[in-house]
């Protein structure tokens, strides 16, 4: 697999979803052929060229058969396809995971897999190494730790693994996230920003196009990697809590906007009926105590960890909610900046 991944065929499982469609999006810009599965076809007509460079495959991805046709003669299959609203995350994650492995390994490709914090307990806080132990707190926590399993078992059967684990995902495409569902009201103009976490403690976010910059880097060099490859981004480490909140107050002119605690109570309550909002609270723990991926080894190999600065991130991000009117697509993004303006992740 050569630099430029010219020739080669990606299939993106969860192209419509943020992370996915920000994967999808880089692969086509580095020359990739790029197939996005999903259930329901495009809207534009599959004879017509796709602005955002990805041929649209109709399928789903719990259909093994489905998903080795749309596979036929691909390098890499980005694994990015998670249960809408966190719902049935037991009787869908691994099926949909076992289909890739499949076609990964008929096709001897690599599988990228963006990873989560979800496969640790406190046991590997509060700076966590690619080996560190996996002893989930969550029922989420421990499928992610078997699906990884069984991604690693893979190797052995002939495919190629990739995982780049990251913290909370925010951006312009981002979908469900903490970001927008949890600091900001959906649906709403911010009024004011809500606070999952104590005071005083970190928390690590991931902005989506310095993740999908990041994965490119590591898979234009394919050669080096090996065929079981894991790294951490360190992303954005919100030291105490706060900078998050205040680069959005700032971002939308309004410096004042009031910061209030998250009602975890009433989280649980309203998960009662919705569980979105009961498998949130499952996640309680990781805003209770610093939780902070380490990235050395990520920037030993790659010199440093693509990182847009947070001012942007955020406006980026408000702008893509419609909280904010689109500025030129010319302001500083990982990848797409000039020199000058890079900033490489530190680590402490």
Same mark, same amino acid.
């Given at each position: 697999?050569?630099?430029? +991944?010219?020739?080669? &065929?990606?299939?993106?499982? %969860? #192209?419509?979803?943020?992370?996915?469609?920000?994967? =999808?999006? #880089?692969?086509?810009?580095?020359?990739?052929?790029? *197939?996005?599965?999903?259930?329901?076809?495009?809207?534009?007509?599959?004879?017509?060229?796709? @602005?955002? +460079?990805?041929?649209?495959?109709?399928?789903?991805?719990?259909? =093994?058969?489905?998903?080795?046709?749309?596979?036929?003669?691909?390098?890499?299959?980005?694994?990015?396809?998670n249960?809408?609203?966190?719902?049935?995350?037991?009787?869908?994650?691994?099926?949909?995971?076992?289909?890739?492995?499949?076609?990964?390994?008929?096709?001897?490709?690599?599988?990228?897999?963006?990873?989560?914090?979800?496969?640790?307990?406190? /046991?590997?806080?509060?700076?966590?190494?690619?080996?560190?132990?996996?002893?989930?707190?969550?029922?989420?926590? =421990? &499928?992610?730790?078997?699906m990884?399993?069984?991604?690693? *078992?893979?190797?052995?059967?002939?495919?190629?693994?990739? &995982?780049?684990?990251?913290?909370?995902f925010?951006?312009?495409?981002?979908? !469900?996230?903490?970001? !927008?569902?949890g600091?900001?009201?959906?649906?709403?103009? @911010?009024?004011?920003? !809500?606070?999952p976490?104590?005071?005083? &403690?970190?928390?690590?976010?991931?902005?989506? @196009?310095?993740?999908?910059?990041?994965?490119?880097?590591?898979?234009?060099r394919?050669?080096?990697?090996? /065929?079981?490859?894991?790294?951490?981004?360190? %992303?954005?480490?919100?030291?105490?809590?706060?900078?998050?909140?205040?680069?959005?107050?700032?971002?939308?002119?309004?410096? %004042?906007?009031?910061?209030?605690?998250?009602?975890?109570?009433?989280? *649980?309550?309203? $998960?009662?009926?919705?569980?979105?909002?009961?498998?949130?609270?499952?996640?309680?723990?990781?805003?209770?105590?610093?939780?902070?991926?380490?990235?050395? *080894?990520?920037?030993?190999?790659l010199?440093?960890?693509?990182?847009?600065?947070?001012?942007?991130?955020?406006?980026?991000?408000?702008?893509?909610?419609?909280?904010?009117? =689109?500025?030129?697509? /010319?302001?500083?993004e990982? $990848?797409?900046?000039?020199? /000058?303006?890079?900033?490489s992740?530190?680590?402490?």
């Open positions: 697999m050569q630099a430029t +991944g010219k020739d080669r &065929i990606a299939l993106v499982l %969860g #192209a419509t979803g943020g992370i996915g469609g920000e994967l =999808a999006r #880089a692969l086509a810009a580095r020359g990739w052929t790029v *197939r996005g599965l999903r259930r329901k076809p495009a809207e534009q007509s599959q004879s017509q060229p796709q @602005p955002d +460079g990805i041929e649209w495959v109709v399928g789903d991805a719990m259909n =093994a058969a489905d998903v080795a046709a749309a596979a036929e003669g691909a390098a890499l299959i980005v694994h990015a396809v249960p809408p609203g966190y719902k049935d995350w037991d009787r869908l994650v691994l099926p949909m995971v076992d289909n890739s492995i499949a076609a990964a390994c008929a096709n001897r490709a690599r599988i990228l897999l963006p990873g989560t914090v979800y496969n640790y307990g406190p /046991d590997a806080f509060p700076l966590i190494p690619e080996t560190a132990a996996q002893n989930p707190l969550t029922r989420k926590g =421990a &499928i992610r730790v078997e990884e399993r069984r991604l690693h *078992r893979a190797v052995q059967q002939g495919a190629r693994l990739l &995982i780049l684990r990251c913290g909370d925010f951006g312009p495409k981002a979908g !469900n996230s903490w970001f !927008n569902q600091l900001l009201t959906p649906g709403k103009p @911010p009024t004011r920003i !809500n606070q976490g104590r005071p005083g &403690i970190g928390h690590q976010w991931a902005y989506l @196009p310095d993740v999908a910059e990041t994965a490119m880097r590591l898979l234009d394919e050669a080096e990697l090996g /065929d079981d490859a894991m790294f951490h981004m360190d %992303g954005h480490w919100d030291a105490d809590g706060s900078q998050m909140a205040a680069a959005i107050a700032r971002a939308l002119g309004s410096p %004042g906007l009031p910061v209030r605690r998250m009602p975890w109570w009433l989280l *649980r309550l309203a $998960g009662v009926a919705v569980p979105l909002f009961r498998e949130l609270g499952e996640m309680r723990y990781l805003w209770q105590r610093p939780v902070r991926l380490d990235n050395r *080894r990520l920037r030993a190999f010199g440093e960890e693509p990182h847009t600065p947070l001012e942007f991130a955020v406006r980026r991000t408000l702008e893509g909610l419609g909280h904010l009117p =689109a500025q030129p697509a /010319d302001m500083p990982a $990848g797409r900046y000039s020199p /000058d303006l890079a900033i992740s530190r680590q402490g």
